[in-house]
């Protein structure tokens, strides 16, 4: 008898694939999502329940390899693939911005906003070459000051809308922006006694 692993802490998509874990099948919300044609959904419950695994689901689906690598096989035998051409023809056309706000749960304002400019560089790092295309120096300036952490506070409370305004002049499609533990500064900030400008960062 074959023993399948539990992904006991585990929540990236392809490295439960590929390291053959234990995983329910939950490929079918990539259907839902795109049959309902929102611009904005809204997770909140249940807790517990893998929506973090659910996020690196539909980035891996979605996302325009970085590398020119695709993933498409991830998704082999999942029930996605038996939806139909019109759902698979969307898999892999876009840019996907994904940051989470799990390490925003600090002692005070100063180091809660610091971790976030710290996530928010990671994922401009993750998207680096996109720096390359941009046709205005200004634009390239503050995508650079952004990603090595040297821009002023105020440019990272745009800095989401100006990563994807980068990716629509990079790849001529809007970017689909997955956002983790987005409550999390914000209760933070509550139960701290700190609510400044936690909430500014669009």
């Known amino acids: 008898m074959t023993y399948t692993p539990l992904p006991i802490g585990i929540d ?26 929102g611009e904005v959904n809204l997770f909140t419950r249940p807790r517990r329940f893998g929506k973090t695994l ?18 498409k096989h991830l998704f082999e035998g999942l029930r996605i693939m038996d939806a139909g051409e019109k759902y698979t023809s969307e898999q892999e056309q876009y840019p996907v911005i994904t940051l989470t706000l799990k390490s925003a749960k600090q002692k005070d304002y100063a180091d809660a906003f610091g971790r976030m400019k710290e996530a928010i560089a990671e994922e401009y790092q993750r998207h680096a070459d996109v720096m390359k295309s941009l046709k205005l120096e200004s634009d390239q300036t503050l995508f650079y000051n952004i990603m090595s952490r040297t821009a002023e506070d105020a440019s990272y409370l745009t800095s989401l809308k100006f990563l994807s305004k980068c990716l629509y002049e990079c790849y001529g499609k809007k970017a689909i922006i997955l956002i983790d533990e987005y409550d999390v500064p914000l209760e933070n900030a509550y139960y701290k006694k700190f609510v400044t400008v936690q909430n500014s960062i669009s």
Do not use: A, C, H, Q
Not at 55 to 62: G, I, P, Q, T
Not at 64 to 70: A, I
């Open 12 to 37: 990236d998509f392809e490295k439960i694939i590929t390291k053959e874990y234990y995983y329910v099948d939950k490929s079918l919300l990539i259907k839902e999502l795109l049959d309902k044609k």
């Open 54 to 71: 659910n996020l690196s689901m539909l980035r891996y689906f979605f996302e325009k390899p970085l590398d020119g690598t695709s993933r």
